[in-house]
């Protein structure tokens, strides 16, 4: 359900799209139920009778930290929690609450919904833009096997259709596992970085190799290429990739 600027501005994004429970889902519970304010009890058995209390409390407790929900203590170790209002520091009634927002909120439909989740958004964006490498790879790889295989025939199904197939199943492959497991899959520090380009300089040398031994180019300006492109490429990586690359070093 969309909900109203006052809540949406401050509402924190879950990085998990599939987790048990979402703050963003705490927070359409409590905005949807025809009353102000909640126990933690009643919150939990409107959400999923299979959540357990601490979770919901743990996705309240987040939401406080966000000045969205706000509490009121009472005796015997009573809380109360409702929407924190911008203009009121008491709970919203339902009526006040449908003056305030009659004009603000508009139906929507569940996947244009999820697709519009802010999470989502950056995983497409990011991953597409990945994809970049897949395709490449897939352009490079496969007339190279295709040349070598006599299992393989050439033909316009397999010269366009495998580098295709490649880049849709990887980028597939990854937007799912980032949505499912709530996984970024990016180096997060410069030794991390180190490794990934370490691996590449090898894998490049894999196919020096390849080039020179099974599809008989000449040895010395196959190597004399690679060992002029790795040297550029550490020369960029020193002065240019680490220098702007905010990763922190792990110790």
């Known amino acids: 359900m969309a909900l109203p600027p006052w809540i949406a501005e401050k509402l924190p994004q879950d990085k998990r799209v599939n987790t048990k429970l979402t703050r963003r889902h705490v927070v359409e519970t409590m905005y949807r139920a025809d009353r102000p304010f909640f126990s933690l009890q009643q919150i939990q058995q409107q959400i999923k009778p299979d959540v357990s209390k601490v979770t919901v409390r743990n996705r309240l407790t987040e939401l406080e930290e966000h000045g969205v929900v706000t509490t009121e203590s009472f005796a015997d170790s009573l809380t109360l929690y409702y929407l924190n209002h911008p203009e009121s520091?008491?709970?919203?009634?339902?009526?006040?609450k449908q003056a305030l927002t009659a004009d603000?909120?508009?139906?929507?439909?569940?996947?244009?919904?999820?697709l519009d989740h802010p999470r989502v958004r950056s995983i497409?964006?990011?991953e597409?833009?990945?994809?970049?490498?897949?395709?490449?790879?897939?352009?490079?790889?496969?007339?190279?096997?295709?040349s070598e295989?006599?299992?393989?025939?050439v033909s316009i199904w397999t010269v366009f259709?495998?580098?295709?197939?490649?880049?849709?199943?990887?980028?597939?492959?990854?937007?799912?596992?980032?949505?499912?497991t709530g996984s970024d899959l990016q180096v997060q520090s410069q030794e991390g970085l180190h490794v990934v380009s370490l691996c590449g300089i090898i894998l490049a040398g894999f196919w020096v190799a390849f080039a020179i031994f099974i599809?008989?180019?000449p040895?010395?300006?196959?190597?004399?290429v690679y060992l002029l492109a790795t040297a550029s490429y550490l020369i960029i990586y020193k002065r240019i990739v680490l220098p702007e690359t905010d990763l922190p070093i792990t110790t």
């Not at 520091?89 to 006040?96: A, K, Q, T």
């Not at 603000?104 to 999820?114: M, Q, S």
């Not at 295989?149 to 025939?153: E, G, H, K, T």
């Open 215 to 217: 599809l008989n180019l």
């Open 128 to 146: 597409l833009l990945r994809s970049i490498g897949w395709a490449a790879l897939g352009i490079v790889g496969w007339p190279i096997l295709l």
């Open 124 to 126: 497409f964006r990011e």
């Open 149 to 153: 295989s006599p299992q393989l025939p």
């Open 89 to 96: 520091e008491w709970p919203l009634s339902p009526e006040g």
């Open 219 to 224: 040895p010395l300006p196959t190597v004399g």
């Open 104 to 114: 603000e909120t508009t139906p929507t439909h569940p996947l244009r919904e999820f």
């Open 161 to 180: 259709g495998l580098p295709v197939l490649t880049w849709a199943t990887l980028t597939v492959a990854m937007i799912s596992v980032r949505l499912l």
